[in-house]
Nanobody
Framework: QVQPVESGGGLVQAGGSLRLSCAFSGSSFISFSWHRQAPGKQREFVAAITRAGSTSYANSVKGRFTISRDNTKNVQYLQMNSLKPEDTAVYYC??????????WGQGTQVTVSS
């Protein structure tokens, strides 16, 4: 297993959309997630998806964000719509083994201007 690599962050106006991607290697992961950390705040959960395809979301993003995964390409995605300034943060993808070991990417910056 190697460190996942995020991409797709950037600057967008409020109401806009971005799609984050996370490329990972290996086939042993049982679940995947996105977390984010805003300046001066703790890292928080955003969304997760299991290998079986079950998803969960933080209440703050439910209905606006969609997590998905492409098994053929070993990539997970976070589609973010109706972005708000409070969504501004560094977004991290995580990949989890059945042992509980987590592999985290280095993060991608998302900035939403008002």
């Amino acid at each position: 297993q190697v460190q996942p690599v995020e991409s797709g962050g950037g600057l967008v106006q409020a109401g806009g959309s971005l799609r984050l991607s996370c490329a990972f290697s290996g086939s042993s992961f049982i679940s995947f997630s996105w977390h984010r950390q805003a300046p001066g705040k703790q890292r928080e959960f955003v969304a997760a998806i299991t290998r079986a395809g079950s998803t969960s979301y933080a209440n703050s993003v439910k209905g606006r964000f969609t997590i998905s995964r492409d098994n053929t390409k070993n990539v997970q995605y976070l589609q973010m719509n109706s972005l708000k300034p409070e969504d501004t943060a560094v977004y991290y993808c995580g990949c989890f083994l059945s042992s509980g070991t987590a592999y985290w990417g280095q993060g991608t910056q998302v900035t939403v201007s008002s």
